[in-house]
């Protein structure tokens, strides 16, 4: 079974701090995404990768980046926290030969204070 | 810009009813795919729909998508508890991209 593992499921961090949040697959997929779910928004699209070392803007990019350096492994950097990003966080993978289905980990919720 | 609209956005129905949930979206797409949330988990697969006329079903939920009308539907048949949860559509913008855009969930309630 594909496994996707996100290293934080409970966070609390102060405004102004920096944040990672920690995500690891093991089914060498290609492509890995950050998503940020909020009630009545659905998922949204933080940014998302199809390589080592490669990133692109998903749809609300501000005040996030993230990093690359392994294919197994997608971190999402939050450089100075604020409160409007308190949220929940999901990380995906999914591979570039099969159905386009992407596989989720359990969730970050982050809460900035 | 894609969007994906899905409703009802909040479904209460009593266990035994049959329902439909509509997923909506803005731009031409072949690919589109249903996951259920439960309360404080992650999103679960339920089906992968790849071309028009699609049709996918398991146990007491269908799922269909018509590429001409840009819409998929969920059906529930004699609902029962266990399928309370959120429901999710996600569709790709592009047969050359894997990224999906997701609807904002159904959620749903089946009371006895």
């Known amino acids: 079974d594909v496994k996707v593992t996100q290293s934080s499921r409970y966070l609390v961090k102060r405004t102004g701090e920096k944040v990672f949040l920690e995500c690891v697959q093991d089914m060498d997929h290609e492509n890995m995404f950050w998503y940020r779910q909020d009630p009545g928004l659905g998922l949204r699209l933080i940014y998302f990768?199809?390589?080592?070392?490669?990133?692109e803007k998903g749809d609300i990019p501000e005040g996030y980046s993230v990093s690359r350096e392994k294919k197994e492994r997608f971190s999402l950097i939050l450089e100075s926290a604020s409160t409007n990003q308190t949220s929940m966080y999901l990380c995906?993978?999914?591979?570039?030969?099969?159905?386009?289905?992407?596989?989720f980990g359990e969730g970050s919720r982050l809460t900035v204070l | 810009e894609l969007k994906v609209e899905q409703n009802p956005l909040f479904l209460s129905m009593q266990e035994g009813k049959n329902y439909t949930i509509y997923c909506n979206y803005s731009?031409?797409?072949?690919?589109l795919y249903w996951y259920r949330q439960d309360p404080g988990k992650s999103l679960e697969s339920l089906f992968v729909?790849?071309?028009?006329?699609a049709v996918k079903q398991e146990g007491r939920l269908m799922a269909s998508l018509d590429t001409k009308a840009r819409l998929s539907t969920l059906h529930i048949t004699a609902a029962v508890h266990d399928l309370s949860a959120t429901y999710f559509c996600a569709v790709a913008p592009g047969s050359n991209t894997d990224k999906l855009i997701f609807g904002t969930g159904t959620r749903l309630q089946v009371f006895p």
């Open positions: 990768s199809y390589d080592v070392k490669m990133k």
């Open positions: 995906a993978s999914g591979g570039t030969s099969g159905t386009g289905e992407l596989f």
């Open positions: 731009t031409t797409s072949d690919r």
């Open positions: 729909l790849l071309s028009n006329g």
